[in-house]
């Protein structure tokens, strides 16, 4: 199985934290748009001896596209590719969109409505926090009414939501992170994506926290709040599979799950990634160049062979990030011995420090690891073999 990622490069306005590929100008979206339509056809022999089982429209904002842009997109997919009966079609959405969009031009239904008419059957919804504070210190668009209005609306049209949190934001106590979390479970959603807001180089808020505007991120702080989320979640029932990720049994994400358990997926749009288990590939990170490569009908994509040791080092990175961990059966098997004795000589420390621990078989992270889950596999890799 595998899935295609959409990648809609457009935003309303800069977040002050996010180093992701976008525009805040709309000017090229048609041609953006068509763009993507020609990706998919180009590459969809890569694919054809494989079963989609995932659709993901990721950004930037997708909820910035039109239904008639999205639904563009979706035949695509099903014209060019196997596609399964009931595929995960996910939309990434910010609440202002939702909100201001509450009915189509039609007026004849709800957004929501329309989206699933497309056939789209999850909404990941960026809310990140419910309070106004810290939407302001991000620059979101969106406001704390919108996050929860649209969440009331989307809440009686599809089951299957997840919401995105961040904690660690300068100025946030532990009693308001708690108050995030419960608001969020007040809405009964099946599954919640939360990450500690990180300084990226080049973004606005690095520039604001060196020009001391803003008080830098306080990593001590960050670790008592992630712990915080892992145990009101659990008390809640959410699994806590992946590190940043966390949901209702039937709910993990089916397009992540497949990214972090090693399968292939396609990459479509400016900056987008692709693998096929043996190559990465990624696109072009320039919607101008993108643009014009396609229309020239050439593919604006970097790729590279992965050695075995590249291979072995993504097993291990991913595999300590979830619930599944890393089989020593599948590091003997996939990379041979020498590298499954590596991996056993120095994982001990860990061990040791209680900060992974050996069950059937499989090496994983305990609760206190978890935090520093990628630090410790960075640990584990190998280096300068083939």
């Known amino acids: 199985m595998s899935g295609v990622y959409i990648h809609i490069p457009f935003c309303k306005q800069a977040c002050h934290y996010c180093d992701f590929h976008f525009s805040t100008s709309l000017k090229k979206k048609d041609d953006l748009v068509y763009a993507l339509v020609k990706e998919l056809e180009l590459r969809k022999d890569e694919f054809k001896n494989q079963v989609i089982q995932t659709i993901y429209f990721g950004g930037g904002t997708p909820s910035l596209l039109s ?106 106590t532990n009693e308001r992170w708690i108050q995030n979390i419960d608001t969020a479970l007040a809405f009964n959603i099946p599954h919640i994506s939360s990450y500690a807001l990180t300084v990226e180089p080049k973004t606005a808020l690095a520039t604001f926290i060196k020009k001391g505007i803003i008080n830098n991120v306080d990593d001590d702080l960050a670790q008592e709040q992630f712990h915080i989320l892992i145990e009101k979640l659990e008390e809640a029932g959410f699994i806590h599979y992946e590190l940043s990720n966390f949901g209702k049994p039937a709910y993990f994400s089916r397009n992540n799950s497949a990214y972090w358990q090693g399968k292939s997926y396609l990459g479509i749009g400016p900056s987008a990634h692709s693998f096929d288990g043996a190559r990465r590939g990624w696109n072009v990170r320039n919607n101008t160049k993108y643009i014009k490569a396609l229309e020239n009908n050439t593919l604006p994509l970097e790729t590279e062979t992965l050695s075995t040791t590249d291979k072995y080092n993504e097993y291990v990175m991913t595999g300590l990030r979830t619930i599944w961990g890393v089989s020593l059966d599948k590091v003997e098997k996939d990379f041979g011995s020498d590298y499954k004795n590596y991996l056993l000589e120095h994982s001990q420390k860990h061990i040791i420090e209680q900060l992974l621990y050996l069950e059937d078989g499989k090496l994983l992270v305990t609760k206190k690891g978890k935090f520093l889950s990628d630090g410790i596999a960075s640990d584990l890799f190998k280096i300068n073999l083939s």
Request: aromatic share 8%; hydrophobic share 40%.
């Open 67 to 172: 239904i008639a842009e999205l639904k563009l997109l979706i035949a695509e997919v099903y014209r060019d590719y196997d596609v399964v009966d009931t595929p995960e079609i996910t939309l990434e959405a910010n609440p202002d969109d939702l909100f201001e969009n509450t009915v189509t031009s039609n007026l004849s239904q709800s957004i929501f409505e329309a989206y699933k008419d497309i056939g789209i059957n999850r909404l990941s919804i960026g809310i990140q926090s419910f309070f106004e504070e810290d939407l302001k210190l991000m620059n979101r668009a969106h406001s704390s009414e919108e996050a929860q209005k649209c969440l009331e609306e989307a809440t009686q049209h599809f089951d299957n939501i997840s919401v995105d949190l961040i904690y660690g934001i300068p100025g946030m």
